[in-house]
């Protein structure tokens, strides 16, 4: 063995000596991309490095605090074996600051009023629903849209689809045509491709129209009232049809047609197609119309509740602005929530299949339905308030009764009905079912279960990042916690409740806000035909995404084809089961849907207020 020189041995000691792992990969800091509010508690975090000292400097790079770590909060993956939480709540002076730890730099963050820093992304998520806008009353927006899908005026209306398959997914027999022509043009798009639900645009209805409601917004009313537009619609009161859906996502190679999801294109490119039945794309641009049950017959609850919530919340906001308009809206309203199936319910109509939409809770949605009757009906002078209140008190019991244990989002309204009934119950309802106490403490529950998930997170994120709808269910904790301190005056959950938001804004592993066009690191690649094909500088405006998810839900993802490359790297970040893909193709985390986006702007909004 040749010796190497006394002074030369020694040099290299030291760089072999110092290479454990966390020193190997830099440091990164997590903020909220957008900032925290004055007064509330504030958390950054550092990924990787080690204990000790952080700074925060101001926007000229002068320190203004300094502070420490505390112990580890967890492993996130090997590269990064330790997190730490980096208490910025003492920062109580507005301004514009970077967090320095470990030798990284975070990015650059607001301390301000809440209403500055987040009624802006009320405003920046209602551009979303415009993007969204289908039909002859697009808005042409950041993307150039186009109308589209004009053939919606004389739809054909078919019966229930079969599915089969492990999926739940495959088409097992043809469409059966069964009535129309009907007028289902316009309305929103639900997600990244142009199939429309009911009950996807109801849900978010009732939280724009909450939020319209109680902070008037010239752009925000346009929106509600385009949507409640495509929903009367939906709704035939004539012979009492409710269509749930138009468009099918799913084709079928057997039966020789394509789905919604077939063809990667821009939505004005159906409207050029020279088809003719029996054609494989017959039904990309004449698109079947689905009831949700025969004329007449029993609604699926969930669909009855929500449906009746939108329409109520719509004659709210119009009750001094065109009483006529509130009241037909209410007439709407009642005639489907009376419509409802409470018995022998089985499953519960969302989508076809349902397997794209598998809610199983309908309860809740029922309460929503009959809180904002009532409050429609007191706003107009209805004598049948206290009735539908009475109503709302029931299913509130008997949803706290069942084994749901959602929160809010997608598939349960809850909270929003809680919040509401509360109000309700405290003007007095003669013979209701429970009282505001019951309806705190179901809040409280659904609280309770989200800090105690947080608190085996290193980030402190309430929700399961290996499942679907993390930006949302994330959005949905923030505003719940916001609404029970409203219930209740309680400010136990504010912490909580900002930490959810901040997740979705950037103090996550991966760095990113989920909110298109929010923060300075967001998607670049969103699952979205229409923001793809307008070209990498035509940003897709307040759309939330899904977030994280399992790493299992990417495998084999196809490329679609016709669409352009898009792809930003984050691998290094995926850690406990999870993973994030700004890739266009990741469909699992990086598609935008109306219902993320409109919980979002709940969460926002309620921030917003003092």
């Keep these: 063995m040749r010796l ?74 090997t590269r990064y074996p330790n997190v730490f939480d980096l208490d910025l709540s003492t920062l109580d002076r507005p301004g514009t600051y970077r967090v320095k730890a470990a030798g990284a730099t975070s990015p650059p ?38 109308p589209s899908h004009l053939a919606d005026t004389k739809a054909t209306v078919y019966a229930e689809p079969k599915f089969a398959g492990e999926g739940g997914d495959e088409i097992v027999e043809p469409l059966k045509p069964q009535g ?22 109801a849900y978010s209805l009732a939280e724009l129209g909450f939020v319209l409601r109680e902070d008037p917004d010239p752009v925000l009313a346009k929106e ?7 929903l009367d619609k939906m709704w035939d009161g004539r012979t ?51 009831p949700a049950g025969p ?8 669909l009855a509740g929500r449906v009746a919530a939108a329409f109520a919340l719509g004659a709210q906001v119009q009750a001094h602005r065109d009483p006529r308009l509130a009241r037909h809206y209410l007439a709407e309203a009642a005639s489907v929530f009376a419509q409802a199936k409470t018995a022998d319910v089985g499953e519960l109509v969302s989508a076809f299949p349902h397997a794209y939409y598998p809610e199983s809770s309908w309860e809740d949605d029922l309460e929503l339905g009959a809180t904002q009757l009532a409050l429609a009906a007191r706003k107009l002078g209805d004598p049948r308030a206290n009735g539908w209140a009475r109503d709302a008190a029931k299913w509130a019991k008997a949803y706290i009764g069942s084994d749901d244990t959602s929160t809010l989002n997608l598939y349960d309204t809850s909270a929003l009905a809680h919040a509401d009934l509360a109000g309700l119950l405290r003007t007095g309802v003669p013979g209701a079912a429970l009282g505001v106490r019951e309806l705190a403490a179901d809040l409280r529950r659904q609280l309770d279960a ?52 901040d997740f979705t804004l950037g103090a996550n592993a991966w760095g990113v806000s989920l909110v298109v066009g929010v923060g300075t690191t967001f998607p670049q690649c969103p699952h979205h035909q229409a923001a793809n094909l307008a070209g990498p500088s035509k940003v897709l405006y307040g759309a939330v995404v899904n977030g994280p998810n399992g790493a299992d839900n990417f495998a084999d993802l196809p490329f679609p084809a016709g669409a352009k490359e898009c792809t930003r790297p984050y691998e290094s970040f ?27 702007l709940l969460a926002f909004s309620l921030a917003a207020r003092p």
């Design 450 to 501: 989200g800090v105690d998930q947080a608190k085996k997170s290193p980030f402190r994120t309430a929700v399961d990042l290996t499942d679907f709808d993390a930006a949302s269910k994330s959005f949905g904790f923030a505003a719940t916690a916001r609404l029970y301190q409203r219930v209740t005056g309680d400010t136990r959950y504010a912490a909580f409740g900002a930490q959810q938001r």
């Design 180 to 201: 129309g022509p009907v007028d289902v043009e316009g309305g929103w798009v639900d997600a990244g491709d142009f199939v429309k639900f009911t009950s996807n645009t």
């Design 574 to 600: 995926d850690g406990q089961g999870s993973r994030y893909a700004d890739d266009l193709s990741s469909w699992p985390s990086n598609e935008p849907a109306i219902d993320f986006t409109s919980t979002a």
């Design 109 to 146: 963050f607001r301390i301000d009023t809440a209403r500055r820093l987040f009624r802006p992304l009320v405003r920046a998520t209602t551009e979303f629903f415009q993007a969204q806008r289908d039909g002859h009353d697009v808005v042409p927006g950041r993307l150039d849209r186009k």
């Design 240 to 290: 009492r049809t409710l269509y749930a859906q138009v468009g099918i996502g799913t084709g079928s190679e057997e039966f020789g047609f394509l789905g919604d999801h077939d063809v990667w294109r821009n939505p004005q490119d159906d409207d050029a197609l020279d088809v003719k039945p029996g054609d494989p794309a017959y039904f990309v641009k004449y698109r079947p119309v689905f």
């Design 4 to 77: 190497l020189p006394l002074a030369t041995a020694a040099a290299l000691a030291v760089p072999l000596a110092a290479t454990p792992a966390e020193a190997a990969t830099p440091a990164e800091v997590r903020v909220d991309q957008v900032g925290y509010a004055l007064g509330e508690a504030k958390h950054a975090y550092l990924l990787g490095g080690a204990a000790g000292k952080f700074t925060v400097v101001d926007e000229r790079g002068r320190a203004v605090r300094e502070g420490r770590t505390g112990a580890s909060l967890g492993a996130w993956n």
């Design 224 to 230: 509600v009232r385009f949507g409640l537009d495509w």
């Design 295 to 302: 004329a007449g017959a029993p609604l699926s609850p969930n």
